[in-house]
């Protein structure tokens, strides 16, 4: 499981809730969560361009706004790799990136899509109260998740590093 975690928010800031992925993911970097293992990257749109970026990643987490009566909470969903097209709202899906990272990289990270309940999507830029609160709990979310992932790791890594040494002295 060695690699690198990444949050990648993703939305229009102008057009009220559908900013909440990009804003929940800024205030992730401004934490002071960055680290050589977990990244923070902005965008309006996934796209191909995002591919070099995330082709070290072992975990993805997306993050963005949700739409519906069933979105009355942060929802955290696994998502696998899939190129047929959803009816979601952005040109491609989370899905859809992770089906051509595996195409064009050889890669399958753990990935996972967050989704934040709006209900506000004008043109104003502003994020609604509700979609505010469900932003800010997602935000303490994926803290917490990202914690135990780094802490998972350590401890596997530790492990690695302690089966080769015991390897080296009993073969050595």
Avoid at 1 to 12: Q, T
Avoid at 44 to 55: F, H, I, K, Y
């Amino acid at each position: 499981m060695s690699g690198r975690a990444y949050v990648v928010g993703f939305g229009n800031t102008a057009r009220g809730d559908d900013g909440v992925g990009p804003l929940v993911v800024r205030r992730l970097r401004a934490s002071g969560l960055s680290s050589a293992r977990v990244r923070f990257l902005v965008r309006e749109e996934l796209s191909d361009d995002l591919l070099d970026c995330l082709e070290e990643a072992s975990l993805i987490i997306f993050v963005d706004s949700s739409v519906g009566k069933s979105s009355e909470d942060v929802h955290w969903k696994k998502i696998q790799a899939s190129r047929f097209p959803s009816s979601f709202t952005h040109a491609m899906t989370p899905q859809t990136f992770l089906w051509l990272l595996h195409l064009v990289k050889g890669k399958r990270p753990e990935a996972w899509l967050v989704a934040i309940p709006g209900e506000e999507f004008e043109s104003d830029g502003v994020i609604s109260p509700k979609a505010m609160s469900m932003a800010l709990k997602a935000e303490v979310e994926i803290k917490q998740f990202l914690k135990r992932w780094t802490r998972k790791d350590k401890a596997f890594d530790q492990c690695h590093f302690d089966g080769e040494i015991a390897s080296l002295l009993t073969n050595g």
